[in-house]
């Protein structure tokens, strides 16, 4: 049943001997030890779950791991290179776009997403993205004007 | 000048509470300045002794610590859910000591570490809590001042201090820091009496806005919560649950998930659960568990629950009588009805509830998301049938509280599987199971008769409340014929019901301000006017008034077809006053808050930034049981599971928000977490009217039940 699945996760060539069909939610935190990856309601009503796979937001909650297998995932602990916070995280400590926080690991990948594929998003293009990702403490004003600041750096460090 | 007593008692009391022998207390804190303080009045106390049941540390129950290397440390049984006490406190803490805030640590809900506390609700915590922990650290600078005087020969008069190093006013190189005065020291002091509050002008800190400072944890992934913490040869759980509340086990077959390779399967009485290293594999078993039930269910739903609670058996309180009511029948000209509606929500934190347990020998360690860390420690030492020091809460951050995370059965189930399996185990809720574990805002009805004379006057008052819960049903006008009767006590809910961020008052002022609005509309009045021609309190009026600003409101009498609402109360000692613009699709029913205005007077404000952004949390979070939330039942059979079919506000209700919070530092500061959230029901129903001329008498406002209601129109 198990089988070594490769990917690339947070820059790391990684292989594991897996049962395939484990969710990558549960193998990223189970089996990597990456508790950043919040379970929120597990059937993707809420985001808490997001990592990036190949560049793109998804729903770590209902994909099996082995679609990630020879994929590049990056998860909220890989967003920091050399000690540096990515321009999105820092946008989000700037505005202070958090309460409790636990909305938040998914709401910084589910933007980091975003902004790859569009990286001047206006402020309906940001709602429209981040709509699928729910915060019960109400951060969402202070999360949109953090996108927004971010946007405007990663573009500027390009 | 103050003397400095060494108290050298032998015996905490609190170490009862903690279990912490006090040899093992300095052992683990080290030397340094403790200061212990009473945040209760005595009375309080005793009350709260007799409602729980326990004798309480009559000493203190939370303290202070300078230690050696000069930082400070706060030990306090509050949580951190996202309200930023861990900011505001420190604020306060570093202003008190002249110490450079980043040196102020918080050390929060640690049942090992941190003395006894009463649990994190009803916006205590800057309210009650923070004027002791001012005094406190004014003791402790007193006695660093006199230290810092010994040390450098020099009277304290002499002394000035900043970012907690001592200088001599008359020369600046001899100076000592904190850190060295306390250095191979230990001295206690105990505080009693009451706190007097002191000039807030001096303060470098407090009325200063902070960012949260457990955000670098929290955008980089590291807080812990209390799913995640990691320890070796920890097993996932999942427990079987009954499809509805009423519902007894008749029979279990557990043969097919005991096939399951990896699968570990308990039983003890009702209690059955799986358990595995995978989490996936957990959720696999369970549902092969065939179980078979018996019924005995309440006939109700969420249509039928209003008449239940009109109906049921209930004690009648008069909270409030001033004049006669007849009277005020008499003399007023013309007499309002009404009946208003407000159903079950949710309390839907995205962190659903979770526990780690661990057992190493007869030690019980829970890491439990938990509003009340000293509750879940004698809940776990009663079930567990343990002695109280043995049983050790921590509470890592809180992913949303709001009055849910009060309860602990996932803890216990946490323990009790701990136990029989002889290894650490992690109890982490499904969504669904949080819907239905939840302890639900209980559905409430609230009846108003109101009059008033020719001139708009308001002549009577006679508001009963039938199952919110009292607070908030006060009549904040000036009514000389008065009466507020609350009904509570029968058995109407078929599921928990317990404290909702606010509790009662988003229901009670939701009546209430919808009452004043249709009567001014029946004086043909603006309801901004009508509301300042009927009060009295000068605080309120301020308020409206900086609200009405703010907003740039203009008078009309409503229905004016412009969407704007309005709506006051008070809350936790807090005043607030909304204002909000909506626009009513008439085709579809459907609500887009435009704009919301809230003016808030909550005396002085410690941390403005955190205050506005827990405002502007209120506002969002409260559109959500205006406008859409609300369990759906039959009987004990909650039919909402996950977001799908209970909807909370997302990115594109978010309205454009104003905030203004009242400049009054010279009082004393009140509760900022709950207030701005309990007008949103009656500033938004208030605005679909001015919209449409629809007035909705309940709540949430669904499009269905406002395209009803135009209907009516
Ligand atoms: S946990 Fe994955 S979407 Fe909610
Ligand atoms: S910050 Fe608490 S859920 Fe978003």
Redesign the pocket.
């Known amino acids: 049943m198990e089988e070594t699945i490769r990917f690339e996760l947070n820059g790391k060539k990684t292989q594991m001997l897996l049962d395939p069909n484990l969710t990558l939610l549960w193998v990223l935190r189970n089996e990597f030890g990456l508790t950043g990856t919040k379970y929120g309601c597990g059937m993707g009503f809420c985001g808490a779950c997001t990592v990036l796979l190949e560049q793109e937001a998804v729903r770590s909650c209902t994909l099996p791991v082995s679609d990630a297998a020879n994929k590049k995932i990056v998860t909220i602990e890989g967003l920091v290179l050399n000690g540096n916070l990515h321009p999105v995280q820092k946008a989000f400590m700037e505005h202070d776009a958090?309460?409790?926080?636990?909305?938040?690991p998914g709401m910084i990948m589910n933007a980091v997403g975003l902004l790859l594929k569009n990286p001047e998003p206006s402020q309906q293009d940001i709602i429209k993205g981040m709509e699928g990702n729910l915060?019960?403490?109400g951060?969402h004003v202070r999360i949109t004007k953090a996108i927004q600041t971010a946007g405007k750096e990663m573009k500027g460090g390009k | 000048m103050k003397k400095i007593i060494t108290n050298e008692k032998e015996s905490l009391t609190s170490q009862e509470r903690t279990g912490m022998k006090r040899r093992d207390f300095f052992k683990l804190l080290g030397g340094g300045i403790f200061i212990f303080f009473q945040p209760r009045d005595t009375f309080k106390l005793l009350e709260l002794q007799a409602q729980q049941g326990r004798s309480l540390p009559t000493e203190f129950n939370a303290f202070l610590q300078i230690a050696e290397d000069g930082s400070v440390n706060c030990y306090t049984g509050k949580i951190e859910m996202?309200q930023g006490a861990i900011t505001s406190l420190a604020q306060i803490m570093a202003d008190e000591l002249e110490v450079p805030f980043e040196n102020v640590k918080m050390v929060m809900g640690d049942t090992d570490l941190c003395p006894w506390d009463g649990g994190t609700n009803g916006s205590q915590t800057t309210r009650s809590f923070s004027p002791h922990m001012r005094v406190a650290a004014a003791e402790a600078k007193t006695i660093l001042m006199q230290l810092g005087s010994d040390y450098l020969h020099v009277p304290v008069s002499q002394l000035e201090v900043k970012d907690g190093i001592i200088t001599d006013i008359k020369n600046n190189k001899s100076k000592v820091s904190y850190g060295e005065l306390t250095k191979g020291k230990r001295i206690e002091k105990h505080l009693d009496g009451k706190p007097e509050l002191k000039d807030y002008i001096k303060f470098k800190y407090v009325g200063k806005p902070y960012l949260h400072q457990d955000s670098r944890l929290k955008v980089t992934g590291e807080a812990k919560f209390s799913a995640d913490i990691q320890l070796p040869g920890l097993l996932h759980a999942r427990l079987l649950r009954p499809p509805s509340h009423g519902a007894k086990l008749v029979t279990a077959d557990l043969s097919e998930a005991e096939k399951i390779k990896g699968i570990q399967v308990v039983r003890d009485g009702d209690l059955i659960a799986v358990l595995s290293d995978d989490r996936d594999k957990v959720d696999q078993a369970i549902v092969k568990v065939k179980a078979g039930y018996s019924f005995d269910e309440t006939e109700v739903d969420d249509k039928t629950i209003f008449d239940r609670i009109l109906k049921a058996n209930s004690e009648t309180n008069v909270i409030k009588s001033n004049g006669d009511l007849e009277t005020g029948r008499k003399i007023s000209d013309s007499v309002t009805e009404s009946e208003f509606h407000n159903s079950y929500v949710a309390h839907a934190t995205?962190e659903p509830h979770a526990a780690t347990a661990m057992i190493e020998g007869d030690k019980i360690t829970v890491w439990v998301s938990t509003q009340q860390p000293f509750r879940a420690q004698e809940t776990i030492a009663r079930e567990m049938n343990v002695p109280l020091e043995k049983v050790r809460i921590k509470t890592p951050f809180l992913?949303?509280g709001f009055g849910g995370k009060s309860a602990h059965k996932q803890a216990v189930e946490a323990v009790k599987l701990a136990k029989i399996t002889g290894r650490p185990v992690v109890v982490a809720w499904t969504r669904q199971e949080e819907f239905f574990y939840d302890t639900f805002r209980p559905a409430a009805v609230v009846k108003i008769t109101s009059g008033m004379d020719k001139s708009g006057k308001i002549t009577l008052w006679d508001y009963n409340t039938y199952y919110a819960g009292a607070r908030g049903s006060d009549t904040i006008y000036d009514v000389p014929n008065a009466r507020t009767t609350n009904y509570s006590g029968g058995s109407v809910h078929p599921f928990g019901t317990g404290a909702w961020r606010a509790p009662g008052n988003n229901t009670n002022t939701f009546a209430r301000e919808s009452q004043i609005n249709i009567m001014a509309s029946k004086a043909g009045m603006d309801p901004l006017e009508f509301r300042l021609m009927n009060l009295k309190d000068e605080k309120m009026i301020a308020v409206l008034k900086a609200a009405a600003d703010k907003f740039g409101y203009t008078p009309a009498r409503n229905p004016s077809g412009r969407g704007y609402g309005i709506a006051c109360g008070t809350d936790v000692g807090t005043l607030v006053a909304h204002i909000a613009e909506v626009k009513v699709d008439k085709i579809t029913g459907h609500v887009q808050v435009i704009r919301v205005v809230c003016a808030q007077d909550m005396g002085l404000c410690v941390n403005p930034q955190g205050t506005t952004i827990q405002m502007e949390g209120c506002i969002t979070m409260g559109m959500g049981y205006a406008l859409t939330e609300e369990i759906q039942f039959q009987g004990g059979d909650i039919k909402n599971h996950s977001f799908d079919t209970y909807e909370i506000p997302r990115f594109s209700w978010v309205p454009k928000i104003d905030t203004v919070i009242m400049d009054r530092k010279d009082q004393a500061p009140q509760g900022g977490g709950e207030p701005t959230i309990i007008c949103m029901g009656a500033v938004i129903a208030n605005a679909v009217y001015d919209a449409t001329g629809a007035r909705l008498y309940q709540l949430p406002m669904t499009p269905e039940r406002i395209l009803t209601a135009m209907k009516k129109t």
């Open positions: 958090l309460q409790c926080g636990y909305c938040t915060c019960r403490c951060a | 996202g995205i992913g949303g």
